[in-house]
């Protein structure tokens, strides 16, 4: 276009950054701050709630339970989602657009809804998982696999595929062909959509509500239960955590895969 | 394993899936997902739609083969469930409305961006925001908004109000966080529907006289129409379906679907109606995802 943007159009997005920025910034001055009580310009900074987070047998639990559950997520979602995402990348299977869809649904059904038909699911089923890290553990990868698909989906759309026809062509077996071609020029992506998973289920709640018991909370779950009665900085300080984690994922993830290009991938 | 080691031979590859296998073993590759989401997704929420059905009793949920229409009855005779029901369409309608107005100015700069590098950071930035966790932005938005936040502090320090204003605890709280719970969901939406665009439509509108903003008007904004549509559906689907942002900004003054499906199963173990609002609910929101899927299948990114 011949002219830069609008100068009423930059005034709506500086502003809607700062908006979805703001909340985050306040979360880690919350945290830092030398107050007795959370108050907003913060009193002077200090480490005191950073050291009471480290020392707190409820948010360092929490925080560790959360970590341990990404984890567990990001194993399953990742073989899951990237088995998939090869099946659906290439060959003209019937529906595949529909199963595509399918597999991608998760991540916009109402998480209270499915987290509670779950956990209506595990006591009617006697599994004996309800209110355990495995009845959370199914609850997040069902919120996770999504991720891993699109991601690994991204790097096998732009992945040539007459380099493997090729090396088939050449007497590879197929599976020879897969590890030596494939996988190397998708490895990338599927690191990328490993780390998707994790943080997905790191920061998931809507689903865990119903499936998490009080001994065993992850941080989302433990961190409301506090807010519903007072703010604690020290929660705060479990956030600083928490953003940290978070912003070091994505910027891996940027250079791991090129995030703009994921976004901006158009459906053939 | 045999087969496989057979196929290697031939000189010429038959079409293979990914070569991982001929097309019969490639569906292997889908079986592990396609059973997980059917055993733990298909069928517990088809359960719980026979729940629903099921005659109201106290203890755990057990699902009967007994069918009874009295649930839906009870919710359509009682005006508060109705209301909010009705209170849960127009939050997530308003909240799609907003969200568009502020999000798609974003999209465009980040779209527009003159440097690769610009946008890449931007993106990051509504890729983490969007990451994080929602109750600790919201820790962050309650602290900004309650009665002795930042905001109500600036305006009493500027004495343009004498007692706090009340931005949360209420249907605006609610609001507010929504609309930063859906901000980056749809600027990705957003960003790939600008970008796809073809400038020569914009350069030729330019070219004939057409001022920046009626080329605005009459080439980007209709060129963008399905993508708004599915950003729209996406948002609408997200905030109806929302529990923490209602039961933390709202204090549970503002009764939606989703806090009353928590309050009939965890505080009234009411399991069977608890059942009959999560079936309302997940129908509304499926109804959106669906129109979503339909509108957006061909325009959206990858990961919104």
Not at chain 1, 156 to 173: K, M, N, T, V, Y
Not at chain 2, 245 to 272: D, K, T
Request: aromatic share 10%.
């Amino acid at each position: 276009m011949g002219r830069a943007i609008p100068l009423g159009m930059a005034a709506i997005a500086t502003v809607g950054f700062c908006y979805l920025l703001l909340p985050i910034v306040v979360v880690v001055l919350a945290g830092l701050t030398a107050g007795e009580i959370l108050t907003f310009p913060p009193q002077g900074l200090s480490l005191r709630w950073v050291a009471a987070f480290l020392q707190s047998e409820v948010y360092l639990a929490a925080f560790l339970f959360s970590f341990r559950l990404a984890l567990m997520t990001m194993v399953v979602a990742t073989i899951l989602g990237t088995a998939a995402a090869l099946f659906l990348a290439r060959g003209n299977v019937i529906g595949r657009q529909a199963m595509r869809a399918f597999f991608l649904s998760p991540v916009v059904l109402p998480g209270v809804v499915v987290g509670f038909s779950l956990y209506a699911f595990f006591i009617a089923t006697n599994l004996g998982i309800a209110r355990t890290i495995w009845g959370l553990w199914i609850g997040h990868v069902l919120y996770s696999t999504p991720y891993v698909i699109a991601t690994v989906g991204a790097a096998l759309a732009s992945c040539d595929r007459s380099l493997e026809e090729a090396a088939r062509s050449l007497g590879a077996s197929p599976l020879r062909a897969f590890r030596r071609v494939t996988l190397p020029n998708i490895a990338q992506g599927i690191q990328a959509g490993a780390i998707f998973a994790f943080i997905v289920s790191f920061g998931q709640f809507e689903v865990s509500l119903f499936l998490s018991a009080p001994n065993s909370e992850p941080l989302p779950i433990a961190m409301y239960n506090s807010m519903r009665y007072k703010f604690q900085p020290d929660a705060a300080a479990a956030g600083i955590f928490a953003i940290i984690l978070v912003t070091a994922s994505v910027l891996l993830t940027n250079r791991l895969i090129n995030i703009r290009r994921l976004i901006e991938r158009q459906e053939p | 394993m045999t087969e496989i080691v057979g196929m290697s031979a031939r000189p010429v590859a038959p079409p293979t899936v990914l070569g991982v296998g001929p097309r019969h073993l490639a569906w292997l590759l889908v079986v592990p997902l396609a059973v997980f989401l059917a055993v733990f997704l298909v069928v517990p929420v088809g359960l719980l739609f026979i729940t629903s059905f099921n005659p109201s009793s106290l203890g755990p949920p057990s699902v009967t083969g007994e069918l009874t229409l009295a649930n839906y009855i009870r919710f359509f005779e009682r005006s508060n469930f109705v209301a909010a029901a009705g209170r849960s369409l127009l939050l997530a309608t308003v909240v799609s409305g907003i969200t568009l107005l502020i999000g798609f100015p974003m999209a465009f700069v980040i779209a527009r961006a003159r440097r690769a590098a610009h946008a890449t950071v931007l993106l990051i930035l509504v890729l983490a925001a969007m990451q994080l966790d929602m109750v600790i932005r919201l820790y962050g938005m309650m602290v900004v908004l309650g009665d002795n936040g930042l905001v109500n502090r600036m305006l009493a320090g500027l004495g343009l109000i004498s007692a706090p204003a009340p931005l949360m605890y209420n249907f605006l709280g609610v609001v507010l966080g929504l609309v930063q719970f859906a901000l980056p969901f749809m600027i990705l939406t957003l960003v790939g529907v600008v970008r796809g665009i073809h400038p020569s439509l914009e350069e030729a509108a330019r070219s004939l006289g057409a001022s920046w903003w009626r080329t605005f008007w009459r080439i980007t904004l209709p060129a963008s129409m399905p993508g708004i549509l599915a950003g729209c559906l996406l948002v609408f689907a997200l905030s109806i379906s929302s529990y923490i942002v209602p039961a933390l900004m709202g204090g549970f003054r503002v009764g939606v679907l989703p806090i009353h499906i928590y309050q009939q199963v965890a505080e009234s173990a009411r399991f069977q109606f608890g059942a009959t609002v999560a079936v309302v609910l997940f129908v509304i929101s499926t109804t959106a995802v669906l129109s979503y899927m339909r509108v957006g299948a061909r325009r959206s990114g990858g990961l919104a």
